[in-house]
């Protein structure tokens, strides 16, 4: 389905709720603790930052300043949230060189860091507190990382199938601030909604920090290890009112729409390493 046609039916269905139900996105990604409803778990694990697949988890540092969580998809790029990424003074991108990723951060310590060296992001990206809900398909971003942490950590690669509905094999994963220091889970999620292949509608307990973080599929086999691939970037929470209840969904754009970027980028990656690689003799 052709993208603007997914939003116009998106929002025709929102306003023809409206009577009962009034939506807001939250793209600063999460609800806080004194704004969720009583229904709405807490429930996260903790998780040891060194062990794999999780080291190649990391924090987004800003400025001197902790803002996000990412995961390394390649030997030396990152996929975050694109709000983590901008000078709301400046409107636009902080400069690459000025990012930081922290990988298998843990209390005081980590396992690997690097500044940033180049920034991709949609062209359509323009940083809004709310955001309207269509406007959410464009926060993502792809750094890559003057270090090939990837190559010493590991990394956990992007699917580039679609998820389907009711998928119940999924995770995110993140630095949450209540708990900046500390790795932490969200297991055994399941997928609500697989919006046009753009965005992923998910039950994972989310809260500020987690943007960035991934949605990672596990693919459990007898006898084999567990495989994990990144099937979407956390970016929002999404408030669902009505007289009764309000209920509280996750928001990730899907792995389906930020793939053909991330391979384009690995592929001028590899060729500029290729290029600068010394000739044989």
Request: charged content about 20%; proline content about 6%; hydrophobic content about 40%.
């Amino acid at each position: 389905m052709n993208l603007s046609v997914l939003m116009s039916t998106l929002r025709v269905t929102l306003a023809a709720s409206a009577i009962g139900l009034i939506f807001s996105v939250q793209a600063s990604q999460a609800a806080k603790r004194d704004q969720l409803p009583e229904s709405y778990p807490e429930s996260r694990y903790a998780i040891d930052a060194s062990m794999k697949p999780w080291r190649s988890i990391g924090e987004i540092n800003v400025a001197g300043q902790r803002r996000c969580s990412g995961v390394l998809i390649h030997q030396s790029l990152v996929l975050t949230a694109a709000h983590c990424l901008w000078n709301p003074w400046k409107n636009r991108f902080y400069p690459a060189t000025e990012i930081h990723f922290v990988a298998g951060a843990q209390l005081d310590t980590h396992l690997a860091h690097s500044r940033g060296k180049k920034l991709v992001g949609s062209k359509d990206y323009h940083f809004k507190e709310h955001p309207p809900f269509r406007e959410l398909v464009h926060d993502w971003a792809l750094l890559e990382l003057a270090k090939p942490l990837g190559r010493w950590i590991g990394y956990i690669p992007l699917s580039t199938a679609p998820l389907k509905n009711g998928s119940d094999n999924l995770l995110l994963a993140g630095y949450r601030q209540d708990r900046p220091y500390v790795l932490s889970l969200s297991k055994r999620c399941s997928l609500i909604k697989n919006r046009g292949n753009a965005l992923l509608e998910h039950n994972c307990h989310a809260f500020e920090g987690d943007s960035g973080g991934p949605l990672i599929q596990v693919h459990e086999f007898p006898g084999e290890p567990s495989q994990f691939r990144v099937v979407g970037v956390q970016v929002a929470q999404v408030e669902i009112r009505s007289p009764k209840q309000l209920r509280v969904v996750s928001i990730a754009v899907a792995n389906t729409l930020i793939s053909p970027f991330a391979l384009q980028f690995i592929q001028d990656i590899q060729q500029t390493e290729l290029n600068s690689s010394p000739a044989e003799s």
